[in-house]
């Protein structure tokens, strides 16, 4: 056992081999003279917990299990534009507002929901949620709470598979102190029922919105 690597360090040196071939992309880049002029977005759709019972299975090369936690979902995002526009965002910010920015940016209309907004606009965090799995689940990023729900609906044709739950209430405070979920939803029960109700309707919006655009 002395020999295998830990998950930690395949991910170190996964993490060195990605800034090196970046590196050599934009200096790739500067040497075409297309640098000064180009749109770079760095991002993930996920990341890996350390704490999955199937991080063996990526360790020797197969794919990361996405899961409904920090780890997993809070995920780094750059995006170098032209012009030398740059600044730190320290808020929560969605993945949906990528499309949004570049749009703008590049003066383009793109079609996009109504509430995501470009980057370049304002300065305010988001609430994020994230949609994944089949029966669908999801789960809502507040600067204080993660909170994850189970709709029971199945992903595709969204039909009921199952009863919709909690599946958990995370205190982040909590959480960056001790690396640890703890589990606050029958502590926190009205919390728990406020993002559910938020989720639901936010469900039931994407489902509406996907009818309507199959309808003749």
């Known amino acids: 056992w002395e020999n295998v690597p830990q998950p930690i360090d395949v991910y170190d040196t996964a993490v060195l081999d990605v800034d090196k071939q970046l590196g050599l992309f934009t200096e790739r880049l500067r040497e075409m003279g297309s640098f000064d ?51 730190t965002r320290r808020p929560l910010v969605s993945l949906n507002a990528v499309g949004r920015t570049l749009g703008d940016f590049a003066g383009v209309s793109l079609s996009h929901s109504a509430d995501v907004r470009s980057l370049l606009d304002y300065t305010a965090g988001e609430e994020p949620i994230t949609v994944m799995g089949d ?24 039909s009921e598979t199952g009863t919709a739950t909690t599946l958990g209430l995370y205190n982040m405070a909590d959480y960056q102190e001790t690396f640890q979920n703890k589990n606050y939803a029958t502590r926190e029960p009205g919390i728990a029922t406020r993002y559910r109700e938020q ?18």
């Open 199 to 216: 989720l639901s309707a936010y469900l039931d919006g994407f489902v509406q919105a996907v009818a309507a655009k199959n309808s003749p």
């Open 37 to 87: 002029d180009t749109c770079l977005v760095f991002t993930s759709p996920y990341g890996l917990d350390f704490s999955e019972p199937e991080r063996g299975v990526w360790r020797r090369g197969g794919p990361g299990v996405p899961r409904l936690t920090e780890e997993t979902i809070r995920v780094p995002l750059i995006i170098s534009l032209p012009e030398g526009i740059g600044r």
């Open 135 to 158: 029966p669908i689940a999801l789960s809502l990023r507040t600067e204080e709470w993660r909170y994850n729900w189970q709709s029971g609906l199945r992903a595709g044709d969204f």
